[in-house]
């Protein structure tokens, strides 16, 4: 292998290594770039059946309603991928005849892999909206599971990914994808990365051996042989390639470890795999040595799955119970779920039943005991209740009552039916041996599994694994980061002046939180500043962090832009509500407190035992009900306010995970910490005594991924957890965390200041690198030729140049985000001459992306920057103004044309001429690509016009000012083709009408009375209604009297917004 091979030398490659009888032994179909191909090759498909021994007739019905089921996009193309998937893991029920009884047709083979049918083809033509090109495409018994797109290894394995998302669009070849169960892209120096349908640029992962080393004889023999196989494999691509298309382990992949949850399509991790595998292999030994009468009772009967917060523990859940349920169905298995929080019991039921799969929630000990005497539900989630009390974490006296109201439910005769497995969710906590004691006295023969997201205490390690058994698996922190599972989390302690009684300390203490700020940024700040003296000398700590916290929101990305919000965790729920009253008066409104407390006007003390606590309970009670829009002198009735409260806190979250603009703050005490996932969140201010898991579980808060604007997650500490950290010995393994073996909680939280600077430097190299190619003398056309090539080049070009700008457009976005964090810490750390240099050659990038945009056609229909950036921008750039191409905001092309026009026609040398005469093709060009599917007749034309346009400023026909006048005479019909003085007046009233006019010959006639026939049957809502879509075709027909026809013209009606 050379280095920067060329793609198809790759391709060749990996093309060779799958189709090799001593590898993976796939059969090579061919290259089908000359065939118009679909998802399902129908011939392997129905040999496939026969070979299987089904008759003619059923494979017939079955290889036609699996046609039609897989080509069905009315209803999208996650419901039709869906359908297909639950046909290949659970078969097609048909029938030879009306008169005899179903047959469900198997299209996999579980039982016996090697029996399926494994096949590879390249180049393969997929021609719907858009003709594409797959790079390779693997086939099970003729269905098409999983497609590759290759690169060379010179060029980002993302922009292989990126075209995977491409292709799934509804305007290139989404419908071939219905039957896809893994997308992936890979390079030979980066490797493979993996997703599935619709699967985010951010969500690829990447395939790694097992870490886990401990208990090797409770590997699979499987996962054994792949591992030593892959040893002696060089080629990171190869390797990994190997690792999952292994003919068993693909096909376990397939039938279990994919999901569909809430309306997004999974499939596993790697950890959440051999997590999987490890426990079904301690599971069959335990099975068998149940039923052995001699065996040692005394011995722990499960084991410890030990995965890290936000790397997936609750679909680990899912999948294992799914393989329990449906690979001992002769043993009449069960899986119960014990959970000691509200938040993770709801979270439990709410993933189950978003993958389809029926659980009960017990409403009590007695319920449960209930549930358990009788065979009735296989899958049971319980709780441990809280007693007298919302919320937070089960105290000791709460597993003493829940277990009480167990052992008091129990029935004489009673036992335990069929075979239980019993997931304990958190197991790390101390009361849960106590739980486990009691349930294996009612559940004698039942197996537990511990599931921890934590690290166990040093304390309780050998009592855990005791109680439960040994770690079955473990994957650390660490290495959710490394993966990309989890963010990287920055650690800041904040000290809260408490005396800023005079000007001169209330202007340092501004300096000093302004750092790296912008003049005009200061400015703006200074303004809400003149308060800070009454703050910070008449007032309390709290409203000191309170304000503090607002200082974020103005100034931290994320947070200033609503991407992002922030949690703070107070020390108790009259603090939270104090800090609720405080956010209020200071004007930031969005907030909420999220609490165990209810409002009960029967607290209300009638006679005074103590001030301050009297005090304290009317402060919560007034405050909750003001919160909750009720008047606290109306007294309201316990059963309406806890409605109410359940009914505004439901409402909270769901603000703060979907509209974070809108719940900017939630305080907390003790609710949320564990089991809230809430991809916005960024910052938790930390304003608790806290240690070991709770504030493990804590941090773990704001360690979700979320878009491209969320890098790390943020915590601010006021109560100094971690003690006095010496400047050079940064270490966050002691102090709050003393509790853990320091290797456990290695590399959880990393310093701030460090962390930012690093990053900063990383990006900014990165934003170098990718420049370094742009030829001399790196004047504005050379970089819109590096970055967008030249009008008129070749589609493949074209799509080149695309990724190459999103990669710019999105590292320069992530420069501003990181430039913006590390600058305050910069301004301590380096010279002010390269702190401007840096400002500099930010704001050079800046201007760079907004240009690049602009000459592509990239920006013209979106602003020119993002809202965040533009925030982030006049904060932290403090550079000379740079010189400005435009403000393109909201410029028509009519528009854009004209104002580059200028350019064109002024007095400027060739240079910037062409360049902009570029500019305006590209921008023509994206529209016409963009409307094309709207009017295809009309825009090809256009198309045309600009082809013809293109040549002729390159020949030099004709001058800057008649091209200029070409240009906006093609913007003006692009953009306003019922200007077109071509249609007739009858025609010219509607955009539908013209498309139909242009694509039916141009008859007057034909388009009318087509135009009339849809208006008639076209209801709204149409596209997902297939009675009507049924309705608009034979209406079609009687019109056009033609199938091919009919699909052609339905094709452009279904594009009109009218319809």
């Known amino acids: 292998m050379s280095i920067g091979d060329a793609e198809i030398k790759t391709q060749e490659r990996v093309i060779r290594f799958f189709k090799d009888p001593e590898i993976l032994g796939y059969q090579y179909i061919g290259n089908l770039s000359d065939h118009q191909n679909k998802n399902i090759k129908e011939d392997r498909l129905r040999q496939y059946l026969r070979l299987k021994g089904y008759s003619d007739k059923l494979v017939d019905a079955a290889v036609m309603k699996l046609q039609q089921e897989a080509g069905n996009l009315s209803r999208g193309v996650y419901d039709a991928n869906k359908i297909v998937y639950s046909r290949l893991k659970y078969g097609i029920p048909v029938s030879e005849s009306p008169e005899k009884p179903p047959v469900t047709v198997e299209l996999i083979d579980e039982v016996h892999p090697l029996n399926n049918d494994f096949a590879i083809a390249e180049e393969v033509t997929v021609v719907e909206q858009q003709e594409k090109r797959p790079d390779l495409v693997i086939y099970l018994n003729g269905i098409a599971v999983a497609v590759i797109e290759l690169k060379r290894s010179s060029i980002s394995v993302s922009e292989g990914i990126r075209q995977n998302l491409t292709n799934q669009k509804d305007s290139f070849i989404q419908g071939f994808f219905t039957t896809m169960q893994f997308c992936m892209a890979g390079n030979e120096s980066e490797g493979l990365r993996y997703g599935t349908l619709l699967t985010g640029e951010k969500f690829?992962?990447?395939?790694?051996?097992?870490?886990?080393?401990?208990?090797?004889?409770?590997?699979?023999?499987?996962?054994?042989?792949?591992?030593?196989?892959?040893?002696?494999?060089?080629?990171?691509?190869?390797?990994?390639?190997?690792?999952?298309?292994?003919?068993?382990?693909?096909?376990?992949?397939?039938?279990?470890?994919?999901?569909?949850?809430?309306?997004?399509?999974?499939?596993?991790?790697?950890?959440?795999?051999?997590?999987?595998?490890?426990?079904?292999?301690?599971?069959?030994?335990?099975?068998?040595?149940?039923?052995?009468?001699?065996?040692?009772?005394?011995?722990?009967?499960?084991?410890?799955?030990?995965?890290?917060?936000?790397?997936?523990?609750?679909?680990?859940?899912?999948?294992?119970?799914?393989?329990?349920?449906?690979?001992?169905?002769?043993?009449?298995?069960?899986?119960?779920?014990?959970?000691?929080?509200?938040?993770?019991?709801?979270?439990?039921?709410?993933?189950?039943?978003?993958?389809?799969?029926?659980?009960?929630?017990?409403?009590?000990?007695?319920?449960?005991?209930?549930?358990?005497?009788?065979?009735?539900?296989?899958?049971?989630?319980?709780?441990?209740?809280?007693?007298?009390?919302?919320?937070?974490?089960?105290?000791?006296?709460?597993?003493?009552?829940?277990?009480?109201?167990?052992?008091?439910?129990?029935?004489?005769?009673?036992?335990?039916?069929?075979?239980?497995?019993?997931?304990?969710?958190?197991?790390?906590?101390?009361?849960?041996?106590?739980?486990?004691?009691?349930?294996?006295?009612?559940?004698?023969?039942?197996?537990?599994?511990?599931?921890?997201?934590?690290?166990?205490?040093?304390?309780?390690?050998?009592?855990?694994?005791?109680?439960?058994?040994?770690?079955?698996?473990?994957?650390?922190?660490?290495?959710?980061?490394?993966?990309?599972?989890?963010?990287?989390?920055?650690?800041?302690?904040?000290?809260?002046?408490?005396?800023?009684?005079?000007?001169?300390?209330?202007?340092?203490?501004?300096?000093?939180?302004?750092?790296?700020?912008?003049?005009?940024?200061?400015?703006?700040?200074?303004?809400?500043?003149?308060?800070?003296?009454?703050?910070?000398?008449?007032?309390?700590?709290?409203?000191?962090?309170?304000?503090?916290?607002?200082?974020?929101?103005?100034?931290?990305?994320?947070?200033?832009?609503?991407?992002?919000?922030?949690?703070?965790?107070?020390?108790?729920?009259?603090?939270?509500?104090?800090?609720?009253?405080?956010?209020?008066?200071?004007?930031?409104?969005?907030?909420?407190?999220?609490?165990?407390?209810?409002?009960?006007?029967?607290?209300?003390?009638?006679?005074?035992?103590?001030?301050?606590?009297?005090?304290?309970?009317?402060?919560?009670?007034?405050?909750?009900?003001?919160?909750?829009?009720?008047?606290?002198?109306?007294?309201?009735?316990?059963?309406?306010?806890?409605?109410?409260?359940?009914?505004?806190?439901?409402?909270?979250?769901?603000?703060?995970?979907?509209?974070?603009?809108?719940?900017?703050?939630?305080?907390?005490?003790?609710?949320?910490?564990?089991?809230?996932?809430?991809?916005?969140?960024?910052?938790?201010?930390?304003?608790?005594?806290?240690?070991?898991?709770?504030?493990?579980?804590?941090?773990?808060?704001?360690?979700?991924?979320?878009?491209?604007?969320?890098?790390?997650?943020?915590?601010?500490?006021?109560?100094?957890?971690?003690?006095?950290?010496?400047?050079?010995?940064?270490?966050?393994?002691?102090?709050?965390?003393?509790?853990?073996?320091?290797?456990?909680?290695?590399?959880?939280?990393?310093?701030?200041?460090?962390?930012?600077?690093s990053y900063f430097e990383e990006v900014y190299d990165a934003v170098e690198e990718l420049c370094e190619g742009v030829e001399e003398p790196r004047a504005e056309i050379q970089y819109i030729h590096y970055f967008c090539g030249v009008s008129g080049q070749s589609e493949e070009s074209d799509e080149i140049y695309a990724r190459l700008r999103e990669k710019l457009y999105r590292l320069v976005s992530s420069l501003v985000r990181a430039f913006a964090e590390a600058k305050p810490y910069l301004a301590d750390d380096i010279s002010s001459g390269k702190l401007n240099d840096y400002d500099k050659k930010v704001t050079f990038y800046i201007e760079l992306k907004k240009t690049i945009g602009t000459a592509s056609g990239d920006f013209l229909d979106l602003k020119a920057y993002e809202p965040d950036m533009r925030k982030m921008i006049d904060n932290y750039i403090t550079a000379a103004d740079a010189e400005k191409i435009g403000d393109f905001d909201d410029l028509t092309l009519l528009d854009f044309v004209a104002k580059q026009g200028e350019t064109l026609t002024g007095d400027g040398d060739t240079g910037h001429k062409e360049g902009a005469a570029e500019a305006i093709e590209n921008n023509i060009r994206r529209k016409v690509i963009e409307k094309v599917t709207v009017n295809p007749r009309y825009y090809a034309k256009m198309s045309e016009i600009l082809d013809k346009l293109i040549e002729e400023r390159k020949q030099g026909v004709l001058d800057y000012a008649q091209m200029l006048e070409e240009y906006i005479k093609l913007a003006k019909n692009v953009d306003c083709p019922e200007d077109n003085e071509k249609y007739p007046e009858s025609i010219r009233k509607s955009k539908a009408l013209m498309a139909i006019y242009d694509n039916t010959g141009e008859d007057e006639k034909l388009a009318v009375k087509i135009y009339k026939a849809v208006k008639k049957q076209a209801l709204s809502g149409f596209r997902d209604n297939q009675v009507v879509v049924r309705r608009i075709k034979k209406a079609l027909f009687e019109i056009l009297g033609d199938d091919s026809e009919v699909e052609r013209i339905y094709k452009i009606i279904e594009k009109q917004e009218e319809f």
């Open 204 to 757: 690829y992962m990447e395939w790694k051996d097992d870490g886990f080393k401990e208990h090797e004889e409770e590997r699979d023999p499987v996962d054994v042989r792949i591992s030593e196989t892959c040893v002696g494999i060089e080629n990171k691509l190869l390797q990994q390639i190997y690792a999952m298309f292994d003919k068993e382990r693909f096909i376990d992949l397939i039938m279990n470890f994919v999901v569909f949850d809430k309306g997004i399509k999974k499939v596993c991790r790697y950890n959440q795999y051999f997590g999987i595998k490890r426990t079904e292999m301690r599971l069959k030994n335990l099975r068998t040595e149940l039923h052995n009468p001699n065996r040692d009772q005394e011995k722990p009967m499960g084991g410890i799955l030990w995965h890290t917060q936000g790397s997936g523990k609750t679909l680990t859940m899912v999948w294992l119970a799914k393989w329990i349920l449906t690979h001992w169905e002769e043993l009449n298995p069960r899986v119960l779920i014990v959970t000691d929080r509200d938040e993770l019991d709801e979270q439990i039921e709410k993933t189950f039943t978003g993958v389809d799969e029926n659980i009960v929630r017990t409403k009590s000990g007695k319920d449960l005991i209930d549930r358990l005497n009788v065979y009735d539900d296989s899958l049971i989630c319980s709780l441990v209740h809280k007693f007298g009390r919302r919320g937070g974490e089960a105290t000791e006296n709460d597993y003493d009552k829940y277990i009480e109201d167990l052992k008091a439910s129990l029935p004489a005769d009673f036992e335990a039916k069929g075979n239980i497995v019993v997931f304990v969710d958190e197991c790390h906590r101390t009361q849960s041996g106590k739980l486990h004691t009691a349930m294996k006295t009612i559940m004698p023969n039942a197996i537990f599994v511990g599931f921890t997201g934590t690290p166990l205490l040093k304390k309780d390690k050998k009592i855990s694994i005791e109680v439960f058994g040994t770690y079955i698996h473990a994957y650390k922190y660490n290495e959710g980061v490394a993966d990309g599972v989890v963010l990287d989390l920055r650690y800041e302690y904040r000290d809260v002046p408490q005396d800023l009684s005079s000007q001169d300390r209330v202007d340092q203490w501004f300096e000093v939180k302004t750092r790296g700020l912008s003049s005009r940024a200061k400015a703006k700040l200074k303004e809400k500043w003149g308060t800070m003296q009454k703050v910070y000398s008449s007032r309390s700590r709290l409203e000191k962090v309170a304000w503090d916290i607002i200082q974020d929101f103005n100034m931290k990305p994320r947070l200033m832009d609503g991407n992002g919000n922030a949690i703070l965790v107070a020390d108790g729920i009259p603090t939270a509500c104090k800090y609720y009253e405080i956010f209020q008066q200071m004007g930031f409104k969005k907030c909420a407190i999220i609490s165990s407390y209810t409002p009960n006007k029967g607290e209300l003390r009638t006679d005074t035992v103590s001030a301050e606590d009297d005090t304290e309970t009317f402060l919560k009670y007034e405050t909750y009900l003001r919160m909750l829009g009720l008047d606290p002198a109306d007294l309201p009735n316990a059963g309406s306010v806890q409605a109410k409260v359940e009914e505004f806190e439901k409402e909270a979250k769901r603000k703060f995970v979907e509209e974070p603009a809108n719940m900017k703050l939630l305080i907390v005490v003790d609710k949320l910490l564990t089991g809230f996932d809430a991809p916005p969140c960024t910052y938790l201010y930390i304003d608790k005594r806290m240690q070991d898991h709770g504030l493990f579980q804590a941090i773990c808060r704001v360690n979700r991924l979320d878009d491209d604007t969320k890098d790390f997650g943020y915590i601010v500490d006021y109560k100094q957890l971690f003690g006095q950290l010496q400047t050079a010995m940064k270490d966050y393994t002691s102090g709050a965390f003393e509790g853990y073996d320091p290797e456990d909680v290695k590399g959880l939280v990393k310093d701030r200041h460090d962390a930012a600077v």
